[in-house]
């Protein structure tokens, strides 16, 4: 089995920053795609970045130029920098990981979510 535990969010003011982080460990072969998604209250979830285990890197439209993903594949932890932050940046952000067990079965995780708002 795998757990995902999140940091970093909190209440901050529009134009500010936060750093989300999110470190998997368990049953851990390798680690394949890593990002974030995020869900406002009363929205679906949405895709807001993904990092490969390549280096690759995606951004939803709306994040694109303020976000910034990144990870540590030593310490199997994915990391979101948001600055500019805006009202509409409030949401649950959520991690999520494709990980490789030792048996090399892949199974998708989710991280139990961090909330992050942010204040005009």
């Known amino acids: 089995q795998v757990q995902l535990v999140e940091s970093g969010g909190g209440l901050v003011q529009a134009g500010g920053s936060l750093r989300l982080s999110c470190t998997a460990s368990g049953s851990i072969f390798s680690i394949n795609a890593m990002g974030w998604y995020r869900q406002a209250p009363g929205k679906q979830r949405e895709f807001v970045a993904q990092i490969t285990s390549g280096g690759s890197r995606n951004y939803a439209d709306s994040v694109k130029g303020r976000f910034t993903i990144s990870r540590d594949n030593a310490k199997n932890t994915v990391y979101l920098q948001m600055n500019s932050l805006k009202p509409e940046d409030t949401a649950v952000y959520y991690c999520?990981?494709?990980?490789?067990?030792?048996?090399?079965?892949?199974?998708?995780?989710w991280g139990q979510g961090t909330q992050v708002t942010v204040s005009s």
């Open positions: 999520n990981t494709d990980v490789e067990s030792y048996l090399r079965t892949y199974s998708n995780y």
